[in-house]
């Protein structure tokens, strides 16, 4: 079975700071994709990584796949009220087939302004 | 609006009861799939059609089953429920079958066992 720990489990944090999420893995993925879910609502995928090392931007979002694909992270830079959320990770077995994602507990995010 | 509707967004039931929970795919999708949320287990993958067919399974309960109709909706039956089984209950769709596609989610259905 292929786990995904994410880590910080909470963060709760200033609006303009900066701060850095885990996702963490003894497997190797295919592909690794990070969403953004808010109370009452389904998640929303904010972006897919697929190669070794990629780096991908979004805004103020930088998502970064571990060479090795076994480890992601998510860096947040001066961040907003509108940021707050959990923040899932979820992987792609490497298997061929399809198996679902996996995912991660997620992290709860909360910006204080 | 991610295009997927779920009903009903709440139900409240007894134990040993029998629910279904619906799903309407984003127009096109062929792919659905259904998602447990927990506190403690997180979002755990039940099973996902594609066009009619069961194309993976997941960790889902023998109490469980679903299906997905020729118009491409899909329902999640549960039955025997139990006080464990009280989640929030995701559908998603995508247009394609791989585990890489961008899943569109609905709002979910709070399923709680009393």
């Known amino acids: 079975t292929q786990l995904l720990e994410q880590s910080p489990q909470f963060l709760s944090i200033q609006e303009g700071e900066n701060l850095t999420v885990y996702c963490n893995s003894s497997?190797?993925?295919?592909?690794l994709q990070w969403y953004r879910q808010e109370p009452g609502e389904g998640p929303v995928l904010l972006v897919t990584?697929?190669?070794?090392?990629e780096v991908k931007k979004l805004k103020r979002l930088t998502f970064q796949f571990g060479d090795a694909r076994k480890d992601s992270s998510l860096h947040i830079t001066a961040a907003q009220p509108g940021d707050t959320g959990l923040y899932l990770c979820?992987?792609?077995?490497?298997?061929?087939?399809?198996?679902?994602?996996?995912f991660g507990k997620g992290t709860h995010l909360i910006i204080q302004p | 609006d991610s295009g997927v509707t779920q009903t009903p967004k709440h139900l409240i039931t007894a134990t040993g009861q029998r629910v279904t929970l619906r799903c309407s795919p984003r127009?096109?999708?062929?792919?659905v799939y259904w998602y447990q949320q927990s506190l403690d287990q997180g979002l755990q993958f039940l099973i996902q059609y594609y066009n009619g067919e069961e194309r993976a399974k997941g960790n889902i309960l023998e109490r469980f089953s679903a299906q997905q109709f020729p118009d491409l909706h899909s329902e999640l039956n549960l039955s025997s429920l139990e006080l464990g089984d009280s989640a929030l209950y995701f559908c998603a769709s995508s247009d394609g079958d791989r585990d890489n596609e961008k899943l569109f989610f609905g709002s979910g259905t709070q399923l709680s066992v009393l």
């Open positions: 127009s096109g999708d062929l792919s």
């Open positions: 990584v697929v190669t070794g090392g």
């Open positions: 979820a992987g792609e077995g490497t298997g061929g087939g399809a198996d679902g994602l996996t």
């Open positions: 497997s190797v993925f295919s592909s």
